[in-house]
């Protein structure tokens, strides 16, 4: 008999001792020998926000694993390539999300030394993942569970995609132009170096217009598993949807990376759902949503829109579009080319002001694209 994927949830809150105690039971539950080990423990950083708006991996859960591993006589690096890419964003967005000064000298510039590795994928063939991915004897991935709106959910296989190194990250957008490509895309990344340890930062989750803008969610849970696909499998569930209906799953299942069916996966506990949790303005619900957002996503889409009185022309939406769709004339606020947009919503994540929405969504094929 084939063992199940074995997934914990722990009731904790944003406190010492109670986030210790969850990171004692996820070691005694998954045993890691860490005695001389090299470790790399990757948070999500994003676009760098303070702890209180639940866009990163909140800095207590980081330095209680940090705490751990040390103890246990690893030797520990900590840092992710946010979203935001260029000199000293990666020390100012960790800073800002005070992961590196509560890791201290553990923390580590990811974007530093890339390494082109190749990936088996038509779309993307290679791809710069930082170094110390690579080379890591352990890696240790604190995911946090948020809503968003390409791949409707990003948790645990998601913040994988932040190996990769500053702008490559649009390369690959630009390269995989349709949700399901991307999501192909993802998957043959997370599989470069599947992380041997995940735990999530579910204490407070994000519903919504995530992964930067959505709202807040007291959830009070610590997820954790050393298979990062069926953990995604149960937060997917927790927050009321089918594991099947998040395309980046469905494909990591497919290819035997993780199981995703619940009769599959061992749980400490039973999921609970969590009451109307809001998925993303970009998510069709229902059997007619798996239909249209597996087959038809590449015609059916929302697109980004400024709104102007929150806009400060900073210019940043523009710089990580990765197909130039958004452009902004001197003295004017940005625009996407609803022709050249593939939907990806960088540029939606990456603005500081909130000031773009998803709306009307469109029927791609009607305005001629060939993707
Ligand atoms: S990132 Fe946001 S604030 Fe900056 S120009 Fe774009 S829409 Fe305006
Ligand atoms: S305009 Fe926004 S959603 Fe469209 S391709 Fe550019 S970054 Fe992606």
Redesign the pocket.
Known sequence: MIAKNRVMILDAAYDEESLKDAVEAVFREFPLDMEGKTVLVKPNILAGEPPEKGVTTHPMLVKAVVDKLKAQGAKVMVGDNPGVFGYGRSEKAAETARISGAVGDAFVHLGQSPVKTSLPSQDVPCVMISNEVLTADLVINLPKLKTHGLTFYTGAVKNTFGYVVGGDKMRV?SQAVTPKRFSQALVDIFSVRPPDLTIMDAVVAMEGNGPHHGSLRNVGKILASNNAVSLDAVAVTMIGGNPRSILHLDIAAEKGLGAIDLDQISLNTEIVPIPDFKMPVTFIPGVMGMILNRFLSKWINC??QIQEDKCKQCGL?VK????K??TMAKKSYPK?DKN?????????EMCPEDAIVLKGRTLNFIRGSSR
């Open positions: 957008h697109l980004p939406c990580h579009c990765p197909t769709a958004m996407a050249v947009c593939i939907n990806c919503y960088c540029c939606q």
